[in-house]
Nanobody, 122 residues
Framework: QVQMAESGGALVQDGGSLKLSCTAPSGMPDTAYATGWFRQAPGKEREFVAAIRWRGSNAKYGDAVRGRFSISKNHARNTVYLQMNNLKAEDTAVYYC??????????????WGQGTQVTVSS
């Protein structure tokens, strides 16, 4: 099964910004899928971060990141971005992206990537 590819994770200071990328590989089903970002911190369950539909600009966010994170997309590059501002130590996690082939952006989620590490130092 093809996997989405995340990139952009790094070590950043508290209050800093970071932009993650999620690129769909060739071989993805030719549907208007939605893309979602999730994160998982050590010892915690995976948490929903944000999602965006391929058509239109509908986006939704998890409560913990609303107002600080912004999701966007570039159709030409088959890439979805997660702009993270005002980062906090509790944002430290491995960030994953996945595709919702129904296009609704509510799951089920599939084609999970390998993840990219974001570490926020306080």
């Amino acid at each position: 099964q093809v996997q989405m590819a995340e990139s952009g994770g790094a070590l950043v200071q508290d209050g800093g910004s970071l932009k993650l990328s999620c690129t769909a590989p060739s071989g993805m089903p030719d549907t208007a899928y939605a893309t979602g970002w999730f994160r998982q911190a050590p010892g915690k369950e995976r948490e929903f971060v944000a999602a965006i539909r391929w058509r239109g600009s509908n986006a939704k966010y998890g409560d913990a990141v609303r107002g600080r994170f912004s999701i966007s997309k570039n159709h030409a590059r088959n890439t979805v971005y997660l702009q993270m501002n005002n980062l906090k130590a509790e944002d430290t996690a491995v960030y994953y992206c996945a595709a919702d082939l129904t296009g609704r952006g509510s799951g089920p989620w599939d084609h999970w990537g390998q993840g990219t590490q974001v570490t926020v130092s306080s």
